[in-house]
């Protein structure tokens, strides 16, 4: 059966959009015979009908081409006194039969309440290199986004190591450090700070003093924008909120690169990667998890699963309710940031350093067995 589908990108950009576009189109064109239309910049294009036509031939290209093709913006129709009502009929002068959105949790919960509030035929796709997204194992962009944030950190290895310096790295990681976790262990860092383990600053600085007296003298910190410090051991930031009432971060590693000159007298240098980490060219992961998403999606759709998204469970990737994602944020796992972090840099806790591991009588590790 053929049908009318229309596909929007919302929220931050992300390395892999145009993967997921261009997977919807091709199997939804070929396969199945669709009619393929974008709405561009997000929800506003829905609101306002700003579409282009999409097909085969004119995404040729853009499988490894980073940012959206359609456009994308923050903000919904809820924003809108009269939002609802012009999306309901869009869709319906529009004629379209099922609507792919392509967003993170702001606009996967978007989407599931239109769902349930008017009925729309809504199949969403998890986006965004913070990697937390509750429902999937992993979002596209998130590999991509650790691949850059490691790249610069090797850069910094050298010269930090030439100058003798401490030098923080902050990475993108709002209310969860997968990006700082992952590029920590990947890139050798000597500490990671992330938003779900408020940090000592204190134990930060003794670390460095530490490797300082043993001779190492160059060290990376990764913090993410989101990690605050524990209450009590340094000055926290002023908040400044945004239009849609969230917390602008960015500037933390600042912060902590003075603290840290200022307390051990080591020079200490801050990197902040910001926006660089979305932009560019997506990584071979990304572009086939990307395409595999937008392949299930459009599966999806014609498998009328609405107010469902497309998910990766271990290899799989299949479908799930909108609702498992609504008002939820996937934090870092405790066993990589506590245990594999430990083992390579440090983590830390509200108490301070994080202590190794327990040993067992043959003094290994200990490590969870599968049941």
């Keep these: 059966m053929h049908v009318r589908v229309g596909i929007l990108t919302g929220g931050g950009d992300c390395p892999g959009l145009n993967a997921v576009i261009r997977a919807v189109v091709r199997k939804g064109e070929l396969v199945y015979g669709d009619q393929l239309v974008g709405f561009l910049d997000a929800w506003d294009g829905v609101m306002e009908r700003r579409t282009i036509p999409l097909d085969v031939s004119s995404l040729r290209g853009m499988l490894p081409r980073g940012g959206t093709l359609l456009g994308t913006r923050r903000g919904s129709p809820y924003d809108h006194v009269d939002g609802l009502q012009r999306v309901q009929a869009t869709f319906t002068d529009m004629g379209l039969d099922a609507l792919v959105v392509i967003g993170g949790n702001g606009s996967l919960s978007v989407a599931c309440k239109l769902h349930q509030e008017l009925g729309l035929p809504i199949v969403g796709v998890p986006k965004t290199i913070d990697n937390d997204v509750v429902g999937t194992d992993m979002t596209f962009g998130f590999n991509t986004a650790v691949q850059i944030a490691t ?21 993108m990681g709002r209310h969860s450090g997968w990006i700082a976790t992952y590029a920590g262990i990947a890139g050798g860092a000597t500490a990671i700070l992330i938003p779900e383990e408020p940090f000592d600053i204190g134990a930060v600085c003794e670390l460095l003093r530490s490797r300082h007296e043993r001779g190492r003298y160059a060290s990376i910190v990764v913090v993410a924008e989101g990690a605050e410090p524990k209450e009590g051991t340094m000055q926290s930031r002023d908040k400044v909120y945004d239009q849609f009432g969230h917390v602008r971060l960015g500037g933390i590693a600042e912060t902590i690169a003075n603290v840290i000159e200022e307390r051990t007298g080591f020079e200490t240098r801050m ?17 086939v998890l990307s395409t595999r998403y937008g392949v299930a999606a459009i599966d999806a759709v014609h498998a009328k699963s609405w107010g469902d998204m497309v998910v990766l469970r271990g290899d799989e990737v299949l479908t799930a309710p909108l609702t498992e994602t609504v008002g939820k944020t996937r934090p870092v796992d405790p066993h990589l940031y506590h245990e594999v972090a430990e083992a390579f840099s440090r983590s830390f806790s509200g108490d301070g350093l994080l202590r190794p591991l327990r040993l067992n009588g043959s003094g290994d590790r200990r490590v969870r067995r599968l049941r």
């Excluded at 790249?151 to 990475?171: K, P, Q, Y």
């Excluded at 990197?271 to 572009?287: E, N």
Aim: net charge negative; no cysteine.
């Design 151 to 171: 790249d610069a950190i090797d850069r910094l290895h050298t010269t930090a190591e030439s100058h003798d310096r401490v030098m923080v790295v902050e990475v």
């Design 271 to 287: 990197v902040l990667l910001g926006h660089i980490q979305r932009g560019g060219t997506p990584t071979a992961f990304d572009r």
